[in-house]
């Protein structure tokens, strides 16, 4: 059976401190946060039909709403929720008539039911409205308010009162539970692997459209998932000194002495993965990097020893910045130390209406934060690293990458 990871106690906190009677989550993160059951999509690109209606009065008995087709993996995944209900969609034939709760054998055999199928069979609705509609009346919230993270699919249900509640699922996922945590380091170890493993395969001529296709193919053979255009953020060719965002296009030799900035993007289990450090490619130059490498760990010791909750995001930036200068480096105040958080996605954070994180936000007991140093310089010159960290109830924040600061290639 799927363990349930949520916080539920944060939502439910969340749910009562806005006045809000339930949730509708129809956003696929929400969705497999509030319920664990991580299916396929049925066509690739497009959402999954799924929904969880919970209840703050019944936070133990929430109602998942699915397409019949998915009732079979439901039924071999044993999630934690067990009021599921089911829809007729796609995959029934329109030329002929309803069978009814006949028609769900097409998609369980009945040695493969759990017990929670005779009350699914029982529910079975002609559409996906149809059957949160029940959901709401079976679970006393006719004319309450709900808070839902799809709009579109709300406003199409009768007699409750709906309003956008995506802030408020990102506010309590902001929060990890220790299973999320440990989702969160199994991805994590991908990704290290994933870098190590591809610095690994260089050889002289090695190009970064090379580099590229053997990290990706080590972090699919680890289990992990890359989206398109890829896993690597960041542009390395250039000399130029401010950081640009790759593209699909760029390809070049990776120079020995050149430093790559691996900033990598991928999940495992949906738990997304994030950052990296500089690599000093073959090594060539390690000696000259020694200062800038050594104040840029310290930088990031300094930021994640001062990361307790409460902390506000620029006192951390002006920590990383004041060791820069300790260290005698000019460029100090050009530096780029930025935060975000993560989890479920590249922000798991709460947003405004305009969908900007909040600015100088203060970082909470389990939170998952991203922090990124950039120091400017040519491809030979500058120095990056981006660490993620679990912000504990007191003293520093842990680092769930488990190797150091410095960058690869340096040497002793």
Same mark, same amino acid.
């Given at each position: ?13 969340? @749910? ?28 690739s690109d497009e959402p999954r039909p799924l929904a969880v209606l919970l209840a703050r009065e019944a936070p133990e008995a929430p109602v998942m709403v699915l397409p019949d087709f998915y009732l079979g993996a439901a039924a071999a995944t044993r999630c934690w929720i067990e009021d599921i209900r089911p829809f007729r969609a796609i995959l ?27 009350? +699914? ?6 559409? @996906? ?13 006719? *004319? ?18 709906? !309003?956008? *509640? ?13 299973? !999320?945590?440990?989702? @969160? ?13 591809? %610095? ?16 990706? $193919? ?5 289990? *992990? ?9 960041? +542009? ?49 130059? $390690? ?16 930021? !994640? +020893? ?36 993560? *989890? ?28 990124? %140093? ?8 500058? @120095?990056?690293?981006?660490? %993620? ?8 924040? !842990?680092? %769930? ?12």
């Amino acid at each position: 059976m799927t363990e349930r990871f949520c916080n539920l106690d944060r939502l439910l906190h969340l @749910m009562d401190s806005r006045g809000v009677d339930a949730v509708l989550a129809a956003a696929p993160n929400n969705v497999y946060w509030l319920s664990g059951l991580n299916l396929p999509a049925h066509k690739s690109d497009e959402p999954r039909p799924l929904a969880v209606l919970l209840a703050r009065e019944a936070p133990e008995a929430p109602v998942m709403v699915l397409p019949d087709f998915y009732l079979g993996a439901a039924a071999a995944t044993r999630c934690w929720i067990e009021d599921i209900r089911p829809f007729r969609a796609i995959l029934l034939p329109f030329d002929q008539p309803s069978r009814g709760r006949a028609d769900l054998d097409r998609f369980v055999a009945p040695g493969d039911r759990p017990n929670w199928f005779p009350g +699914a069979a029982d529910r079975y609705a002609p559409d @996906m409205v149809a059957a949160l509609e029940r959901a709401v009346a079976d679970l006393g919230l006719t *004319g309450k308010r709900i808070a839902a993270d799809e709009p579109r699919l709300a406003a199409r249900l009768a007699n409750v009162d709906v !309003e956008d *509640g995506y802030g408020l699922l990102m506010s309590a996922r902001s929060i990890k539970t220790p299973a !999320e945590v440990g989702l @969160m380091r199994a991805a994590t170890a991908v990704n290290r692997a994933a870098i190590e493993e591809s %610095i690994g395969a260089w050889t002289p001529g090695m190009t970064w459209r090379d580099l590229c296709a053997a990290y990706h $193919a080590a972090a699919l053979a680890r289990g *992990g998932f890359v989206h398109d255009p890829g896993a690597m953020v960041l +542009a390395n060719g250039s000399d130029s000194p401010v950081p640009v965002i790759a593209s699909e296009s760029d390809d070049y030799e990776l120079e020995p002495g050149m430093r790559i900035m691996f900033d990598c993007h991928g999940t495992k289990d949906r738990y997304c993965w994030d950052g990296g450090k500089t690599w000093i490619v073959g090594s060539d130059g $390690a000696d000259a990097a020694r200062k800038l490498a050594g104040a840029t760990a310290d930088a990031m010791a300094e930021i !994640e +020893a001062l990361m307790v909750p409460g902390a506000r995001i620029s006192t951390l930036q002006a920590a990383g910045r004041a060791v820069y200068r300790k260290h005698g480096l000019s460029l100090a105040g050009d530096a780029l130390i930025f935060f975000h958080g993560l *989890g479920l996605s590249h922000l798991d954070q709460e947003v405004d209406a305009e969908g900007a994180v909040t600015g100088d936000f203060s970082v909470a007991a389990g939170m998952a934060i991203a922090t990124h %140093i950039y120091y400017p310089g040519d491809r030979r010159e500058r @120095m990056w690293l981006e660490d %993620i960290a679990v912000v504990g109830e007191s003293g520093p924040a !842990e680092s %769930i990458f488990g190797w150091d600061f410095l960058p690869h290639g340096l040497g002793a």
